[in-house]
């Protein structure tokens, strides 16, 4: 069955730098992949989209990358800001099909 | 900006109760799901809903489940026979076209099995 590894349960960092978040997949093929923000008690909030012919997305200080090859997504956020702490989750999707979430990983970003 | 919502945004019920879930999607939207979370688990889907009909569903979506498009504009999911495993937030979403894969959540409801 498939399977959605985020690479760890929780990130911490120190405002400015860099999170770099990692989603690794199995018996799957999927035609993107997506990335949602989950605070605690709300529902997911759509962040990004690549779809399998892309290898970079970016939206303002977000970037994703998509390696089918790897099977691996990294998701970056440049400038981290104490307002990023939140859950990150990566959901797998291919067309007209519903979405496979990953357990999602939690940064804390301080300050 | 459109929003999808849900009522009510806690539920408290005992076991073997029915319960009915509320979404209201995006306006312009034409796919529609339902999704549970588990306290402190993944997001599971449980089904998805297009052109008035079941697209989908998962293993999870037994015959104690169901959904409805009552009216143009209320998605509700009904669960018969309420058990206390079903505890969970349940998160509707929509996705405006066949073209967009992007899903927008509502901010669910927490429902509590005792």
């Known amino acids: 069955s498939q399977k959605i590894e985020q690479n760890s349960e929780a990130l911490n960092i120190q405002e400015g730098k860099t999170a770099t978040l990692t989603c690794n997949y199995t018996?799957?093929?999927?035609?993107?992949l997506q990335w949602y923000r989950q605070d605690p008690g709300r529902g997911p909030v759509f962040l990004l989209l690549i779809r399998e012919n892309e290898k970079e997305k970016r939206k303002e200080r977000l970037k994703v990358t998509f390696d089918t090859t790897l099977k691996q997504s990294l998701f970056h956020i440049t400038a981290s800001q104490p307002a990023d702490s939140a859950t990150y989750l990566c959901a797998l999707g291919q067309a007209g099909t519903a979405l496979i979430f990953g357990k999602g990983t939690t940064l804390s970003v301080s300050s | 900006e459109p929003e999808v919502t849900q009522t009510p945004s806690h539920q408290v019920t005992q076991m073997g109760q029915e319960v009915i879930l509320r979404c209201v999607p995006i306006?312009?939207?034409?796919?529609f799901y339902w999704y549970r979370q588990i306290l402190g688990q993944k997001v599971e889907f449980l089904v998805s809903f297009y052109n008035n009909e079941i697209s989908e569903k998962s293993e999870i979506f037994d015959d104690q489940f169901s959904v409805e498009r009552p009216d143009g504009s209320n998605f509700t999911l009904k669960i018969r026979s309420t058990k206390l495993e079903d505890s969970a937030m349940y998160f509707c979403a929509s996705r405006r076209s066949a073209l967009t894969y992007e899903q927008y959540f509502g901010p669910g409801t927490r429902l509590t099995v005792t």
């Open positions: 018996n799957y093929s999927p035609a993107y």
């Open positions: 306006s312009n939207h034409l796919y």
